[in-house]
């Protein structure tokens, strides 16, 4: 029997987008939460059992990958992603109350928030040194922190929430460079592998035998021919070997639990270097009815065609 979970981690500190995204899911904010430095802080928490469960942003619908965790995932940790949860992402401009834009000299926020909000930044803030912070929560405590000891030149890149946080006004809303910007946030921990609720995603890794011509066709080629549809393919150097030493990471619509994915990791174990498993888990957003779905009752079907023959062998 497996314990509920008690305790989670999560990319702090307080007012994140993270532990805004974490608190939308009811049964996750009634656990104890402990705010981490750094998303390494927080998987290694996960791995040393300091807390059950690890709450960690992964991709951004603008800036792509959250490289530093896929890359985490992958080569130093052996956790498994519990679930996905999509968060549309509002960057604000916070600052001293009544600060206008050209008092502003000193911006502070993580590289990946400047970086979606950087037309704004050029536009409106062109005198501004940029200043890199873990995170944008904290970008905005440290702001609040010079604010509060009479400085007025200052402002941080961060959400909404974190403005009566850290006893900041906010200056501009809504100033990422595109609309529609969302971040996907997944859920860690040790071991378990949520049952499949028919709208799932399963993620892996796959080392190459061998660099090679065809060598990626060969491995998509394991998707297609079950109709299993692939929602993100990266490639990531191994850290291994020298330049062109890449794996690729893998999401793909289906569980573990199903025969059809199944059979295609067994395939895939068989053929190449090497498969890490990074978990089956439920996907965020509408469930809906795809290929995949009738590529499954037509493999049971084939399966069961294949056991009737047999059936009729003579011994």
């Given at each position: 029997?497996?314990?509920?979970?008690?305790t989670?981690?999560y990319?702090?500190p307080?007012?994140?987008?993270?532990?805004q995204a974490l608190l939308?899911?009811?049964?996750?904010?009634?656990?104890?939460?402990?705010?981490?430095?750094?998303?390494?802080?927080?998987?290694?928490a996960?791995e040393s059992?300091?807390?059950?469960?690890?709450?960690v942003p992964i991709?951004n619908s603008?800036?792509?990958?959250v490289?530093?965790?896929q890359?985490?995932?992958?080569?130093?940790?052996?956790?498994?992603?519990?679930r996905e949860?999509?968060?549309?992402?509002e960057?604000?401009?916070?600052g001293?109350p009544?600060?206008?834009l050209?008092?502003?000299?000193?911006?502070?926020?993580i590289?990946?928030?400047?970086?979606?909000?950087?037309a704004?930044?050029?536009?409106?803030l062109?005198?501004?040194?940029?200043?890199a912070a873990?995170?944008?929560?904290?970008a905005?405590?440290?702001?609040?922190?010079k604010v509060?000891?009479?400085e007025?030149?200052?402002?941080a890149?961060?959400?909404r929430?974190?403005?009566?946080?850290?006893g900041?006004?906010?200056l501009?809303s809504?100033?990422?460079?595109?609309?529609?910007?969302?971040?996907?946030?997944?859920?860690?921990?040790k071991?378990?592998?949520?049952?499949?609720?028919g709208?799932?995603?399963?993620?892996?890794?796959?080392?190459?035998?061998a660099?090679?011509?065809?060598?990626?066709i060969?491995?998509l080629?394991e998707?297609?021919?079950r109709?299993i549809?692939?929602?993100?393919?990266l490639?990531?150097p191994?850290k291994?070997g020298g330049?062109?030493?890449?794996?690729?990471?893998?999401?793909a619509?289906?569980?573990i639990e199903?025969?059809?994915?199944?059979?295609?990791?067994?395939?895939l174990?068989?053929?190449q270097?090497?498969?890490?498993?990074?978990?089956?888990?439920?996907?965020?957003?509408?469930?809906?009815?795809?290929a995949?779905e009738?590529a499954?009752?037509?493999?049971q079907?084939?399966?069961?065609?294949v056991s009737e023959?047999?059936?009729r062998?003579?011994?």
């Open positions: 029997m497996t314990t509920a979970p008690r989670i981690g990319f702090g307080a007012g994140t987008f993270t532990e939308l899911q009811a049964d996750l904010g009634q656990l104890v939460r402990t705010p981490y430095r750094t998303v390494p802080d927080v998987l290694d996960v059992g300091d807390v059950d469960l690890g709450f991709e603008i800036e792509g990958t490289n530093f965790t890359d985490a995932l992958v080569f130093d940790h052996d956790l498994l992603i519990q949860v999509v968060l549309n992402i960057h604000c401009l916070l001293a009544g600060a206008s050209s008092d502003i000299k000193h911006l502070y926020s590289p990946v928030a400047t970086a979606q909000c950087h704004y930044v050029r536009k409106e062109s005198n501004a040194d940029v200043h873990n995170s944008t929560a904290e905005a405590r440290e702001v609040g922190e509060k000891s009479g007025t030149g200052v402002a890149i961060a959400p929430v974190a403005a009566d946080l850290y900041l006004s906010v501009a809504d100033i990422a460079d595109h609309a529609g910007n969302q971040t996907r946030f997944i859920v860690v921990g071991g378990v592998v949520p049952a499949a609720t709208h799932d995603r399963t993620g892996i890794v796959v080392f190459q035998r660099d090679e011509p065809g060598s990626l060969s491995i080629q998707f297609a021919a109709r549809n692939l929602q993100q393919l490639s990531r191994t291994a330049l062109g030493d890449y794996c690729f990471i893998m999401y619509d289906g569980h199903d025969e059809l994915m199944a059979d295609a990791l067994r395939d174990h068989a053929k270097g090497g498969v890490k498993f990074l978990g089956s888990y439920p996907a965020a957003g509408k469930h809906a009815h795809t995949r009738h499954d009752a037509r493999w079907q084939a399966d069961d065609w023959l047999r059936t062998i003579r011994r």
